[in-house]
């Protein structure tokens, strides 16, 4: 039976697309986040689209060994990647076959097989790079004129994923600012006659506070005397603020300690639904 405090194994990913590789890499990284005491070394391999690549894919994998997923939609590079892993030995997982499969079953007809085809250059993804680019100019309290254009506005202490969250629903094409609510710093004028967006209010246990701000300050490996920043009751003090600010102005909280960031950004899109109801 393998001990709990077994030291960590690693092991070789491949992942093989005819396209960008982002299916692949979240359903790489799904998967292999299940096993606690394994770490995948990842080996992205994009936009495969010959015999040629095909061939040096597989030299890869053989001085790599390990899993081989991946998504190509030509039939024939399809089979001599799997002819090449069965010759090696290696497992190798078409992730969109039984996906296709299902609909093909219940649709009866056939994809129409198109390389990149979640990719293509149409509203939506043009909506997107738009939020993105929104969401970056109004990162970490960069609040201008046009503020009454956010979505969604995310306020919290320093360390509440504020950012990453911001980034994450930029990506699905909604428009993000983000603002670090910081004790005895009077907020802006912007924020708080901000009428249109979905102001959120971020907070995490003192404890998760704290332990993320310690690995930040190690990261950074400043010389600099800040406990006031990883004291805790510093930090309680922050949060039991930062609560009191939010109910005071109406703007719902979401605790995120035990949430990822996928998980947050969820919950602010549920909010979102519904603030956009109440709006019309």
């Not at 692949?24 to 990842?42: C, D, M, P, S, W």
């Not at 081989?68 to 290696?90: N, S």
């Not at 649709?107 to 293509?120: E, I, K, W």
């Not at 901000?194 to 003192?206: N, Q």
Request: proline share 5%; with cysteine; charged share 20%.
């Amino acid at each position: 039976m393998p001990q709990s405090n077994a030291s960590p194994r690693y092991f070789h990913l491949h992942l093989i697309s005819d396209s960008t590789g982002e299916t692949l890499i979240n359903v790489g990284r799904a998967a292999a986040v299940q096993y606690k005491q394994t770490h995948a070394i990842e080996h992205i391999h994009s936009l495969l689209r010959t015999p040629a690549q095909v061939d040096r894919c597989l030299r890869d994998v053989e001085q790599a060994p390990g899993i081989v997923l991946y998504t190509i939609v030509d039939a024939e590079l399809a089979r001599k990647l799997q002819a090449g892993c069965e010759e090696l030995g290696i497992p190798c997982v078409s992730v969109l076959d039984p996906v296709l499969n299902a609909f093909q079953s219940y649709l009866g007809t056939r994809s129409s097989g198109r390389v990149g085809a979640q990719h293509v250059l149409d509203a939506d993804y043009f909506r997107r790079i738009d939020a993105l680019n929104f969401t970056l100019a109004h990162d970490d309290g960069q609040l201008p004129d046009d503020v009454e254009d956010a979505e969604v506005i995310l306020v919290g202490v320093s360390r509440t994923s504020k950012t990453p969250t911001s980034i994450y629903l930029a990506n699905r094409g909604v428009r993000t600012a983000n603002v670090p609510l910081i004790p005895a710093t009077p907020l802006s004028e912007a924020l708080l006659k901000a009428k249109k967006p979905l102001v959120v209010g971020l907070i995490a246990s003192p404890d998760r506070i704290v332990q993320i701000r310690q690995h930040r300050l190690m990261m950074l490996s400043t010389d600099e005397t800040m406990e006031s920043y990883v004291d805790r009751a510093t930090v309680t003090e922050e949060i039991a603020w930062s609560r009191k600010l939010c109910a005071r102005q109406g703007w719902p909280l979401i605790d995120v300690s035990r949430r990822s960031i996928e998980e947050t950004a969820a919950a602010v899109v549920a909010l979102l639904s519904a603030h956009r109801e109440r709006l019309t």
